[in-house]
Nanobody, 123 residues
Framework: QVQLVESGGGLVQAGGSLRLSCVVSGRTFSTYRMGWFRQAPGKEREFVAA????????LYADSVKGRFTMSRDSAKNTAYLQMNSLKPEDTAVYHC????????????????WGQGTQVTISS
């Protein structure tokens, strides 16, 4: 049984920063590529970032490129999302996800999901 637990969300002002964490348990962390997705009220879940099994490759949505950085630490079984220069439109519930195989941006390509952490950016 694979479990993902996110943390690090909160309320910050526009221009601020947050770092989200996603701890994975139940299977070998390096088995999985990891992704972050977000869902704002009334909107569909959207891709934010993804990282390969060993961290050598990353993908980002155009809306966050240059502001967000995804990384992973195998010693801690944890994936991170460093979010800088935050904007009100970044407000959403952020979910991490895991699966085997090549990098992917579609939610349907991920097998395991965390419960999400709320990020709220005030203007």
């Amino acid at each position: 049984q694979v479990q993902l637990v996110e943390s690090g969300g909160g309320l910050v002002q526009a221009g601020g920063s947050l770092r989200l964490s996603c701890v994975v348990s139940g299977r070998t962390f390096s088995t999985y590529r990891m992704g972050w997705f977000r869902q704002a009220p009334g909107k569909e879940r959207e891709f934010v970032a993804a990282i390969s099994r060993r961290g050598g490759s990353t993908l980002y949505a155009d809306s966050v490129k240059g502001r967000f950085t995804m990384s992973r630490d195998s010693a801690k079984n944890t994936a991170y999302l460093q979010m800088n220069s935050l904007k009100p439109e970044d407000t959403a519930v952020y979910h991490c996800a895991a699966a085997e195989g090549p990098l992917a941006t579609r939610a349907d390509d991920y097998w395991y999901w965390g419960q999400g952490t709320q990020v709220t950016i005030s203007s």
